[in-house]
């Protein structure tokens, strides 16, 4: 049991100071924001007061080492570049980020502000390069880790002359499935508002409820795929 709560409170705090080194606080920073929250109880209120020591040890070892992190890696680059840093040298060649006129970013929804101070800084050099970015707010499930949902619903605020693309199609499931998800999705009032299709039609429900144990669902769908099949290895 002991073992158990050992690793338990060790995940949780280092998630916990990664979320804080994505969102580039400070000590003091932390320290204000935990002393304006509302603990849940007493072992939330313990667990943040310890947090908050051992964060400010953990940068002071980074500190005493000239070791970094990841996200001190960014937060530097980023200084860096706002400074006016621009150019750049690696094994594969050298340039000049304010030669760059295009930059394509992928899962845009998973942004965190770490990685927006980032692009904020390369603008700041280069000011008409343009971006193309892709990203689903309703697939966004990475706020634990820093994840800001609202660089995405809030991309047209910050970004004048933006084209904006709905990929309205989905191929990854058939009718119900899709009305089930969207009817739940869409009660989310701080959305993109947006209506997803399919070309894919099911005769069957979407959802089943069962008392039986998944090996015996999963043992029943794999001879029904069989028997459509004549037989082939599924």
């Known amino acids: 049991v002991r073992e158990i709560a050992i690793h ?37 209120e313990q667990f943040l007061n310890i947090a908050l020591h051992l964060y400010q040890a953990y940068l002071k070892r980074l500190n005493e080492t000239g070791d970094e992190d990841f996200d001190g890696l960014m937060q530097h680059a980023a200084r860096l570049i706002k400074a006016g840093q621009t150019k750049f040298e690696r094994k594969s060649g050298k340039g000049d980020i304010r030669g760059i ?5 992928d899962e845009y929804q ?30 966004s499930i990475y706020r634990f880790s820093g994840s800001d949902l609202t660089l995405t619903t809030k991309f047209e ?20 499935l899709l009305d089930l998800s969207s009817t ?20 069957l429900p ?3 409820i069962t008392s039986e144990s998944v090996e015996k669902v999963l043992d029943k769908l794999k001879k029904k795929k069989l028997n459509q099949n004549g037989n082939k290895q599924v």
């Open 8 to 44: 338990r409170f060790t995940k949780t705090t280092v998630g916990f100071i990664q979320r804080c080194r994505s969102l580039s606080l400070t000590p003091q920073q932390l320290e204000k924001r935990i002393s304006t929250h509302r603990s849940l109880n007493s072992v939330e």
């Open 101 to 105: 006129y295009y930059i394509f970013i």
């Open 110 to 139: 998973d942004f965190s502000d770490l990685f927006n101070k980032l692009i904020e800084a390369i603008r700041s050099q280069k000011q008409d390069i343009e971006f193309f970015c892709v990203g689903d707010d309703w697939q």
């Open 157 to 176: 605020e910050r970004y004048e002359d933006t084209i904006r693309i709905d990929l309205d199609k989905t191929f990854r499931f058939k009718d119900k």
């Open 184 to 203: 739940f999705v869409t009660q989310n009032p701080n959305q993109l508002k947006k209506t997803i299709t399919t070309n894919q039609v099911s005769q």
């Open 206 to 208: 979407a959802v089943y």
